[in-house]
């Protein structure tokens, strides 16, 4: 379809236009079924939840380990072999300082996650940017990456904003309108919506993978879809 607005071309039931941010008046998430429900789900404290949190954290903590131990270990095969001009043990104390980097990475993360607060908030803006990035393509020149960032803005009940973006990607852009009340849910760091009586989808609250609104489970990690 062509917006009415501007011109541009954009698919089928996109409620904002991508060239000048405008609303189209498609319905988000195509035609309305009738099958959402208003208002924030129990499902929340379904046990799946407080499983899949300790799963990912548990995989952050091993993964991080492991990236650790064979980061010092490359390290030190280097500065035994001389590989790079490189000889131990400074090379075993560069492998150690990086490695560390990599568990206090996966520490940091896995403190503010079992640090986060649930709180209710609302959508107050929507943003469409055209942005550029400088990528070095490997010879020490550079070129121009462009992208286009949507960004949905939320304010909690605090007065703080948050910002929910993606790049190249209109999906949760499309999802949540300016005056969605939605639920930020802690440990999973994900955002529920209030009103989802008019959505024919849904995002999973814990692994995020997109579900159609009429499923009951995610089919991607089995948990319950708050609907």
């Known amino acids: 379809m062509y ?8 698919p089928e039931n996109t409620r904002f236009c991508s060239g000048c941010g405008v609303q189209t008046g498609a319905a988000p998430g195509g035609p309305a ?22 799963n990912t954290n548990r995989w952050a903590a091993v993964f991080s380990i492991i990236l650790a131990a064979a980061t010092v270990a490359g390290f030190y095969i280097a500065g035994e072999t001389g590989a790079d001009n490189m000889e131990n043990p400074r090379a075993l104390f560069i492998g150690i300082g990086i490695g560390g980097m990599f568990l206090l990475i996966a520490l940091y993360t896995i403190i503010s996650r079992k640090r986060s607060k649930t709180w209710d908030g609302v959508v107050v803006d929507k943003t469409v940017k055209k942005k550029t990035r400088r990528l070095d393509n490997g010879h020490n020149d550079s070129n121009l990456n462009y992208y286009t960032e949507y960004a949905v803005i939320v304010r909690d009940e605090r007065g703080k904003t948050h910002r929910m973006t993606a790049e190249d990607d209109m999906t949760v852009f499309d999802y949540f309108q300016v005056g969605d009340r939605i639920r930020h849910h802690a440990g999973l760091n994900s955002y529920e919506k209030y ?4 959505d024919g989808i849904i995002f999973c609250n814990a692994c995020a993978t997109l579900c159609q609104i009429s499923d009951d489970v995610c089919w991607r990690c089995k948990c319950p879809l708050l609907k």
């Open 33 to 54: 079924t009738g099958v959402g429900r208003i208002g924030y789900s129990e499902r929340i404290h379904d046990p799946a939840f407080a499983k899949y949190i300790k």
């Open 195 to 198: 009103d989802k009586s008019r």
């Open 3 to 10: 917006h009415k607005h501007c011109g541009a071309a954009l």
